[in-house]
T-cell receptor, first 111, second 114 residues
Framework: KQEVTQIPAALSVPEGENLVLNCSFTDSAIYNLQWFRQDPGKGLTSLLL?????REQTSGRLNASLDKSSGRSTLYIAASQPGDSATYLCAVNGANSKLTFGKGITLSVRP | NAGVTQTPKFQVLKTGQSMTLQCAQDMNHEYMSWYRQDPGMGLRLIHYSVGAGITDQGEVPNGYNVSRSTTEDFPLRLLSAAPSQTSVYFC?????????????FGPGTRLTVT
């Protein structure tokens, strides 16, 4: 059974800092990995999707990498801003497009 | 495109009542699914469908029924609500062609069962 882990559960950083959010998964047989952002009381916004054959994807200040063999992905946020404060969820897409989610990392960026 | 829509946004039920959570998508995606999100548990898959007329169980299916009569709609039914079903419910859809399998989520339904 696929398990997805995101550690730490919460992170607080000063504005402007570059930061890395980690995600690990136990079964490397995946189709893709998706990073989502969730604001309090809101739905999930897709940030980046990395296919299993890719190593990384970039969107603006965000860069996500994937090392399938070691079961790891990272989300890099450059020059963090208070507006980046949210919960970041990692989800692995396995058989039959079933997503297995991590529990998320709640990020707080202090002005 | 409206994307994935869910109704209602909020609902309060009494134990034993039944209701249907609606989900619709206008992207012609074959795959649709339902998740529930609980504090400390993350999102867990309830039921999914790979196309009209085909449904299957996810990780936490007990207490929920689904059907898929059209490509667009995938309703989730609670037959006899229980307090343990208090949660936020998300519907998602995915295109099975094209190879990306990116998942698109609706805004969610917050359900409270008293």
């Amino acid at each position: 059974k696929q398990e997805v882990t995101q550690i730490p559960a919460a992170l607080s950083v000063p504005e402007g800092e570059n930061l890395v959010l980690n995600c690990s998964f136990t079964d490397s047989a995946i189709y893709n990995l998706q990073w989502f952002r969730q604001d309090p009381g809101k739905g999930l916004t897709s940030l980046l999707l990395i296919q299993s054959s890719q190593r990384e994807q970039t969107s603006g200040r965000l860069n996500a990498s994937l090392d399938k063999s070691s079961g790891r992905s990272t989300l890099y946020i450059a020059a963090s801003q208070p507006g980046d404060s949210a919960t970041y969820l990692c989800a692995v897409n396995g058989a039959n497009s079933k997503l297995t989610f991590g529990k998320g990392i709640t990020l707080s960026v202090r002005p | 495109n409206a994307g994935v829509t869910q109704t209602p946004k909020f609902q309060v039920l009494k134990t034993g009542q039944s209701m249907t959570l609606q989900c619709a998508q206008d992207m012609n995606h074959e795959y649709m699914s339902w998740y529930r999100q609980d504090p400390g548990m993350g999102l867990r898959l309830i039921h999914y469908s790979v196309g009209a007329g085909i449904t299957d169980q996810g990780e936490v299916p007990n207490g929920y029924n689904v059907s898929r009569s059209t490509t667009e709609d995938f309703p989730l039914r609670l037959l006899s609500a229980a307090p343990s079903q208090t949660s936020v419910y998300f519907c998602a859809s995915t295109p099975m062609s094209g190879g990306s399998y990116e998942q698109y989520f609706g805004p969610g339904t917050r359900l409270t069962v008293t």
